[in-house]
């Protein structure tokens, strides 16, 4: 069964520095789940608020990335 996505979400998209989205559609999710493992391993949270608070600071990462064109790298 296909997911039917709501076209409208990414209307007038070009370079996704303002999206909601986590990833978007031109964006590889190994890099990111590999990004995001990286900084787990490396950080090791312990506990709901820290791993919490590690997933926003690679997600606040990826963010920046794509803004000057490297999530993909």
Request: aromatic content about 6%.
């Amino acid at each position: 069964m296909t997911k039917i996505v709501n076209p409208k979400i990414f209307n007038a998209l070009k370079h996704g520095a303002s999206s909601k989205q986590g990833l978007l559609p031109s964006e590889n999710a190994k890099d990111f789940a590999a990004l995001e493992a990286q900084w787990h391993r490396e950080l090791r949270p312990q506990g709901l608020i820290l791993k919490n608070l590690v997933t926003g600071i690679v997600r606040n990462l990826w963010l920046q990335l794509r803004k000057i064109g490297r999530a993909s790298c």
